[in-house]
């Protein structure tokens, strides 16, 4: 069973750089019988396999520079607005979300004008708001910047659907290394056992077969399939802010 949902969280971490703990944990609670705690935390591994294991197969495309830049301002952003989230009424952060996840939609779907193939050079105070932005989002949402990146990177930064799903996969990957380790020393612990080698092995024929997807599929195509992928995290990440 691990095996399986490896693959499905493998999946849509390699197809949209985004959604992995939005997947994982009900997978987690409903198939594995977690708690709650446990399975955050076994989610977060996940998503550091998923997003790594994929991202070295896509290294390729990716721009590190940018991933670090982005990687720094959002933990900053996380920083800075942490103290401010008791300040901010649940139906706000609802709002804010749902506004953000629609703009996503509309710029997945939407084409964008002109060469979008050519990377674009914005000034550093777009790329210092969008990343702080990450950062508070994640504080008052409670979810990962991989849902919100990937507009940002095509839209802002004028990558590619390869480049930008390449470029969140190594930022998400990084952040969410940040995070476990920061729990770990706080006292969080896991256990190395069968379900947890279950999920790489799962995680990795993903990553394998994504890639063999790249390199069959016609460009249109596969870049549909990423569509349809980030539209249902989308929506999970819609639903369960409202529910």
Same mark, same amino acid.
């Given at each position: 069973?691990?095996?399986?949902?490896?693959?499905?969280?493998?999946?849509?971490?390699?197809?949209?750089?985004?959604?992995?703990?939005?997947?994982?944990?009900?997978?987690?609670?409903?198939?594995?019988? &977690?708690?709650?705690?446990?399975?955050?935390?076994? /989610?977060?591994?996940?998503?550091?396999?998923?997003? =790594?294991?994929?991202?070295?197969?896509?290294?390729?495309?990716?721009?590190?520079?940018?991933?670090?830049?982005?990687?720094?301002?959002?933990?900053?952003?996380?920083?800075?607005?942490?103290?401010?989230?008791?300040?901010?009424?649940?139906?706000?952060?609802?709002?804010?979300?749902?506004?953000?996840?629609?703009?996503?939609?509309? /710029?997945?779907?939407?084409?964008?004008?002109?060469?979008?193939?050519?990377?674009?050079?914005?000034?550093?105070?777009?790329?210092?708001?969008?990343?702080?932005?990450?950062?508070?989002?994640?504080?008052?949402?409670?979810?990962?910047?991989?849902?919100?990146?990937?507009?940002?990177?095509?839209?802002?930064?004028?990558?590619?659907?390869?480049?930008?799903?390449?470029?969140?996969?190594?930022?998400?990957?990084?952040?969410?290394? /940040?995070?476990?380790?920061?729990?770990?020393?706080?006292?969080?612990?896991?256990?190395?056992? /069968?379900?947890?080698?279950?999920?790489?092995?799962?995680?990795?024929?993903?990553?394998?077969?994504?890639?063999? &997807?790249?390199?069959?599929?016609?460009?249109?195509?596969?870049?549909?399939?990423?569509?349809?992928?980030?539209? =249902?995290?989308?929506?999970?990440?819609?639903?369960?802010? =409202?529910?």
């Amino acid at each position: 069973m691990t095996i399986v949902l490896g693959i499905i969280i493998g999946v849509v971490m390699g197809l949209t750089g985004a959604g992995g703990a939005l997947i994982a944990i009900p997978l987690f609670l409903q198939f594995l019988g &977690m708690d709650l705690k446990e399975a955050t935390l076994y /989610s977060l591994i996940a998503v550091i396999i998923a997003s =790594f294991s994929n991202f070295l197969l896509q290294r390729k495309f990716s721009d590190y520079k940018l991933s670090i830049v982005l990687v720094l301002l959002s933990t900053t952003g996380s920083f800075l607005t942490n103290p401010l989230k008791i300040y901010l009424p649940d139906m706000y952060m609802a709002i804010l979300l749902a506004t953000v996840c629609i703009y996503s939609l509309f /710029s997945i779907w939407t084409p964008t004008s002109g060469n979008n193939s050519q990377k674009k050079s914005p000034s550093w105070l777009i790329i210092g708001v969008v990343g702080l932005s990450l950062g508070a989002l994640t504080i008052f949402t409670g979810l990962g910047g991989g849902v919100l990146m990937l507009p940002f990177l095509t839209r802002f930064y004028g990558l590619d659907q390869n480049r930008a799903v390449a470029t969140s996969l190594f930022t998400v990957g990084m952040s969410s290394l /940040s995070s476990l380790l920061i729990q770990v020393f706080s006292g969080a612990q896991f256990k190395l056992d /069968s379900q947890l080698f279950g999920l790489v092995i799962g995680i990795f024929v993903a990553a394998l077969s994504i890639k063999f &997807m790249m390199a069959r599929l016609s460009l249109s195509s596969f870049n549909n399939s990423r569509k349809v992928i980030f539209t =249902f995290v989308v929506g999970l990440a819609l639903f369960k802010i =409202f529910s």
